[in-house]
C-alpha cells in the first residue's frame, strides 16, 4: 500500500537547522511530484512548494523562499526538507503530500523552535 | 495567487443533520477542488477530488458540487466520527492554495 513515513519530532534552538525526511513506498517515487505543507499550531494548512521527483527541480511558495530547501534521495525514495536558520515562527507541523492533489500525506513532523 | 475563502470558520451540528461548507475561489479553478478532514494530531485524508469524485474509502454520506468559483461540500447525516476540521484546496494552478477551514463540532 501507499505511505508516506515521516522522521520523528524535532526540537531545535533559533538559528540552528532541521532536515524533515519522508520516505515513500508502494509506488514508483519518480512518478508522483512532492508537495510540503506546512500547519502552525492551532492554524490551517498553507502550501509551502513542491519538488518535481523526475528532475529534482524544487519550486518553492512566496513565503518560502530562502531558508527552506526541499531536496530528494532517489535511490532511497526520500524527499527532504531543510529549514535553516530556525525562527520562532517556524515551529509548526510539517507534512510531505503525493502527487499534485495531494492524495497520500505523511503523518507529520512537529519541529519546535525553542531556545 | 488563486485565494479560497471558505465558510463557515466553524459549525454545530446534531448527529444526524446534514451540513455544508463552502469555498468561493477567487477565479475560476475549473472544478480542480479536493476536500480534505483532519482530526487533531493526524495528517489530512482526501475525501474528494475534482469537485465530487469520491476517494476509494470516502462513505456515501459525503459530497461535493460545484463549477466555476463556488463550491460545496456536504455530509449527509452527520456521524460522529465526522467531528474534525475540513479543508478545501485547489489544483488547478501554481501555488496551491487552502481554504481557512471548517471545524465541525456536535451541538
Known sequence: QIQLVQSGPELKKPGESVKISCKASGYTFTNYGMYWVKQAPGQGLQYMGWINTETGKPTYADDFKGRFVFFLETSASTAYLQINNLKNEDMATYFCARNYYFDYWGQGVMVTVSS | ?107
Open chain 2, 1 to 107: 495567487d488563486i485565494q479560497m475563502t471558505q465558510s463557515p470558520p466553524s459549525l454545530s451540528a446534531s448527529l444526524g443533520d446534514k451540513v455544508t461548507i463552502t469555498c468561493q475561489a477567487s477565479q475560476n479553478i475549473n472544478k480542480y477542488i479536493a476536500w480534505y478532514q483532519q482530526k487533531p494530531g493526524k495528517a489530512p485524508r482526501q475525501l474528494i477530488r475534482y469537485t465530487s469524485t469520491l476517494v476509494s474509502g470516502t462513505p456515501s454520506r459525503f459530497s461535493g458540487s460545484g463549477s466555476g468559483r463556488d463550491y460545496s461540500f456536504s455530509i449527509s447525516n452527520v456521524e460522529s466520527e465526522d467531528i474534525a476540521s475540513y479543508y478545501c484546496l485547489q489544483y488547478d494552478n501554481l501555488p496551491r492554495t487552502f481554504g481557512g477551514g471548517t471545524k465541525l463540532e456536535l451541538k
